[in-house]
């Protein structure tokens, strides 16, 4: 079965190559074709595009930060739209929220990056397949045989990129009751120090339908915790007993009965750290899905700030761009950035935070974040 393979970028390229590589161990009746790897020299490039698109049966689209908004992405999601049934164009999203699409892309069922995301899409491909499929229990064995070479390939990528991100750097110095703040690229969960994260308002810690392992209460699991997630629910719940503003609901979720107000941060310690978790998106109960709005997003950040003015840590502490992740505010990186800074500001104004705090940008999202602009709206600039 004719697979096509779209992409536009070094990063969304290198994903692609993986992806093609991970389609051809899992099942070799797949036939994956990208246009780096297959057109060959000489050949005319519209024909021959052209001509796979005729073949093809199923289209993937690699989409990282870079490709949003290409328009050579863009135009082969509208060519396999044409090609294709609509239910056999899957873009991948690495990076990217399902909000930040547009055009062709967002008609189409796309999934965001991970285990389950995968397996998912394996799924449709292989009932796709028809007679050339395999056995849902075959799939399954070979997906469980494969992924973890393709996940490291991914990660490896990640960290190379970070890397290379990591030379960018913007110090803020705000000489206010000592208040010193860094914006820099990278990993949270690779900084210097404690950690800040955000949760749901029921403070759920397992991956799985409403705990996307990309989320960051989903890596905290896996890089801190060791993949132990019952562990970090017991600290979760063992703090939590202490939080007296909770309301009970009738509708359990996830067999939680307790929802806390949007903003109430706890504190766990793991490995000599202290992580402060604050809750940030609501869950309906219907349909199961989380999300935040600009005012959660505001009142996260003020209860992270208190959170953190009542236990000083006397070491670096990291935030995440509050906002920007699997929330759905649908604000821009900009936006989250200025409004957790001027957030930041509002709080030292009473009272001291921390010593430093470090401000953490994925380096997925630098291509959106002029950090150079912030520099220079906020350096130095003297509180009232």
Not at 283 to 300: M, N, Q, Y
Request: charged share 25%; proline share 4%; hydrophobic share 40%.
């Amino acid at each position: 079965m004719k697979v096509f393979i779209s992409w536009s970028g070094d990063r969304s390229k290198h994903r692609a190559m993986a992806l093609r590589k991970f389609l051809e161990d899992v099942n070799h009746r797949i036939e994956p074709w990208m246009s780096e790897a297959d057109i060959k020299p000489g050949a005319r490039w519209g024909a021959e595009l052209a001509n796979e698109l005729e073949k093809t049966s199923f289209g993937v689209v690699c989409v990282t930060k870079e490709a949003l908004d290409s328009d050579w992405v863009l135009f082969e999601a509208g060519a396999l739209s044409k090609s294709v049934n609509e239910g056999r164009v899957c873009p991948l999203l690495f990076g990217v929220r399902k909000a930040d699409l547009k055009g062709p892309l967002s008609q189409f069922q796309c999934k965001e990056y991970s285990e389950e995301a995968i397996w998912d899409f394996l799924k449709t491909l292989n009932e796709s397949m028809a007679e050339q499929g395999l056995e849902q229990q075959r799939l399954r064995r070979y997906h469980e045989r494969d992924w973890p070479d393709f996940r490291d390939a991914i990660s490896r990528m990640e960290k190379e990129e970070a890397i290379i991100a990591s030379r960018q750097r913007v110090s803020l110095a705000w000489d206010v009751l000592g208040a010193k703040v860094i914006i820099e690229p990278g990993d949270l969960f690779e900084s210097d120090g404690h950690l800040t994260i955000t949760a749901d308002e029921y403070f759920l810690a397992k991956p799985g339908k409403l705990v996307n392992e990309r989320s960051l209460i989903g890596q905290l699991v896996t890089k801190v915790y060791g993949g132990d997630a019952q562990l970090l629910d017991t600290d979760l719940n063992r703090t939590l007993a202490d939080t007296a503003r909770a309301d009970s609901v009738e509708k359990p979720i996830e067999g939680k009965t307790k929802r806390y107000p949007i903003g109430t941060t706890v504190t766990v310690h793991h490995d000599e750290r202290t992580i402060f978790v604050t809750a940030l998106c609501r869950i309906d109960p219907d349909s199961k899905h989380g999300r935040a709005t600009t005012k959660d997003v505001l009142a996260a950040l003020s209860g992270l700030w208190e959170a953190l003015a009542n236990n000083p840590t006397g070491r670096r502490v990291a935030v995440p761009l509050i906002g920007a992740g699997q929330s759905g505010v649908g604000l821009s990186y900009m936006a989250c950035l200025n409004i957790l800074l001027a957030s930041l500001m509002v709080a030292v104004r009473s009272r001291a935070i921390q010593d430093e705090i470090s401000i953490v940008v994925p380096s997925w999202a630098l291509s959106s974040v002029n950090l150079n602009a912030i520099q220079a709206a906020w350096a130095g600039r003297a509180m009232p």
